[in-house]
């Protein structure tokens, strides 16, 4: 395994293994690049080998995946005869799938495991490389699990609200989808996004550096509905969720954000949540760091002080260089990243590209991108495409004409409220080399003279 440069006290010895064992796996799972020049878009893509996706569906140490029963399909299609000229003959039966669709079988992006120690308790990333639009396919939403992912019956799932209420309440699932519903497409990212890039580029690819990020349209009730219906008392002013999962996660919630957007969310994209995302019901706090999102949602306590759970005192909070730590950062700061061109990938030849890529901030919308193609030197204004909205991945775009010399590509958003993502250089300086959580800062992907793409420092 290669040894890493991570020096400072940031990393103790188990997280060192975890990012050494990420990088050892990205490099199993990307196909060696094919040398031969390349004309079209597919060839710049790095490629995934068969035993990369099983190594990213699963694993470390030989544990065995549960295969489709036509185990030459990737994860999620089916494999049918290619026709030699589809004109010719009839096509295949509509259910043929049962009812319940699949995708291509010459598609394979795959989410990748976080190699933690156990499997029960990881991460998976969402493949934003070859993402289109805003939205994040259910099947391919990032995932973080601490205690493995509970399967309930939703027949037996009720959610539990008491505390400081004029009326505690026992709410099934069908209480809950009976009352008036709310949607609203909005990201989620963990504020463990980017940890291994603080000193050194560590990981190659985008999946790796910003993969802990997604959005959904999410569907429920919201938070508000159900605690007028319940009354809150005066005092109070945080409210601990709690989830049904093993690792029976808690987090506090200040009242505000409750009764501002939160939303009792049991539908993703049109469909109940995927069990990988807190069937059948989970607390949705755009903007607010992944971790507070409680999923497998069991209970509600409202109170008049934050409840000071693990993963608010030892865990999720920032030390800074005078030795105290940031506590409650809740909010998402703004960042974006270009996902094309990005790390691992091959351009061709000098000419014409588009870069492309997502801009989000946990404070509202993002209102403008910038893209640098020569290191920060100069920046160009990015097209933001519709739609653009509150608390959102925001896909930008800008043409661009590469000469065929190296050169640094570089994208800087600002949101509504003026706050402008940082540089590296800036972040430390702010918060200091101590810092595991919440990197927001702007990503560097150098193009080599002869086209290949890297993650960089610059
Ligand atoms: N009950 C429960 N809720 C949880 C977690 C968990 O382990 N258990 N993980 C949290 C963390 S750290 C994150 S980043 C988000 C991830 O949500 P996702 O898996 O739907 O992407 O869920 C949060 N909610
Ligand atoms: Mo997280």
Redo the contacts with the bound molecule.
Sequence with gaps: MPDLPFSSERYGPAERRMAQALVALENRILHPRPTEDCACRQGMFPGLSRRGMLLGGALLGGALVARPARAEAPPGAIEYPVQPDPTREQGRMILDDGGYGSRSQFENEIRWRYPTASLDSSWSMTPLASGQGIITPSGL???????GIPNIDPQRHALILHGMVDKPLRLTMDDLKRMPSASRITF?????NGLTEWEKPTLRTVQGTHG?T?TSEWTGVRLSTVLAEAGVQDGAAWILAE???A???TRSIPIDKAMDDAILAYAQNGEALRP???YPL?LLLPGY?????????RRLEVGDKPFMTREETLKYTDLLPDGTARQFTLTMDAKSVITFPSGAMQLPRPGFYEITGLAWSGRGRIAEVEVSADGGKTWAKAALQEPVLDKCHTRFRLPWVWDGTETVLQSRCTDETGYRQPTLAELVQARGTRSVYHLNAIQSWRIAQNGEVSNVHA
Excluded: P, Y
């Design positions: 939403h990032f995932e973080r699990h601490h205690g989620i990212e963990c504020s463990g802990l997604s989830g049904a999962d690792a029976v996660m990988e995302q807190g989970r760091e992944g971790n507070t999102q409680i999923k497998w949602l």
